[in-house]
């Protein structure tokens, strides 16, 4: 009775009509929350299934090439991806040849059209399949015991050279000593170095960046605007690590990695070109998961080497 006199009946049912109203858009925005984290899996997911569907149609179109030239009676003897012990096992095979001076050939091709003469001449009728694995890096003998190529992940400059083994040089399959690595997403860094030959995180983190446009509430141009916003705080902050570990023009000072690091920055082809000033190599992968399991799968998949039977 008092209440309704003083009129505050009728606040209280407002207010309890704004609780209500809060506690809704609370829910809404839980559910949206978990809408955004199984957009961003399901973007990750199709990005990786266009990279497949990508590498499949070039294998498609080299064969349908292949079979309508004149060598299509050519092929491979077989192809192989190398990494960890099973690479370094064919690498130490490989190294072990020797021969009689100029008796081994070790060529890097850096492209179909770049096939030195003297790889044309020692391979001969298959020398069109060096052509269809570079960039590589051709070898073979003067008794034709060895005839291969390697697609490591650093392909060296273009040479050719003869001599009494084959010229491989470590860096080109393996990370050194000064390797430091990183992944970049427009939501996701990690950095890592190597210790030993062996991957040690460093520190990562994930950035909170919208992934879908949900109808109504605000147009599709405001939309954008704003996740681009915040993929460029993204990629700030992960130059900001980089100064830090690195050390820069910002005045990070000399960085924990010192001055002879080897930036290798691994991840998604739209982020990339926001690195290659500073890094020493960039390459797309696919990796998903958190920070340092991400890290660890783009790792592996770059410094896998493709071997080629010719």
Not at 91 to 107: I, M, N, P, Q, V
Not at 174 to 203: I, M
Not at 259 to 270: I, K, Y
Request: glycine letters at 8%; one cysteine or more.
């Amino acid at each position: 009775m008092l209440d309704e006199l003083l009129g505050r009946a009728e606040l209280k049912a407002r207010i309890a009509e704004l609780e209500d109203e809060r506690d809704a858009l609370a829910g809404r925005l839980e559910g949206e929350s978990d809408r955004r984290k199984e957009a961003a899996r399901a973007r990750q997911e199709a990005e990786k299934e266009v990279n497949r569907l990508e590498d499949r149609v070039t294998e498609l179109e080299d064969r349908v090439e292949r079979l309508s030239g004149d060598d299509d009676s050519l092929d491979f003897r077989g192809t192989e991806d190398l990494r960890g012990d099973r690479l370094r096992e064919v690498l130490s095979r490989l190294d072990s040849l020797s021969t009689d001076a100029e008796g081994a050939l070790t060529a890097a091709v850096s492209d179909d059209r770049s096939l030195p003469s003297a790889a044309e001449s020692a391979f001969g009728d298959r020398a069109p399949l060096v052509r269809r694995a570079a960039p590589c890096v051709a070898l073979t003998d003067d008794a034709g015991l060895v005839s291969v190529a390697l697609s490591p992940p650093r392909q060296p400059d273009g040479f050719d050279a003869w001599s009494d083994g084959f010229d491989l040089d470590p860096a080109w399959f393996h990370p050194t000593e000064t390797t430091v690595v990183a992944l970049v997403r427009g939501d996701l860094f990690a950095l890592g170095r190597y210790t030993d030959g062996d991957l040690e995180f460093v520190e990562g983190f994930e950035s909170d960046v919208k992934s879908t446009h949900s109808k109504g509430g605000f147009s599709q141009a405001r939309f954008e605007r704003i996740r681009e916003g915040q993929i460029d705080d993204h990629i700030d902050r992960c130059h900001e690590v980089l100064d830090e570990f690195l050390g820069g023009d910002s005045g990070a000072g000399e960085g924990v990695a010192g001055d002879d690091a080897d930036l290798v920055v691994l991840g998604e082809r739209t982020v990339l070109g926001e690195f290659r000033e500073r890094a020493a190599l960039t390459a797309t992968v696919d990796a998903s998961g958190d920070p340092e399991a991400a890290l660890a799968e783009a790792s592996r998949e770059f410094w896998t080497t493709r071997l080629y039977r010719l």
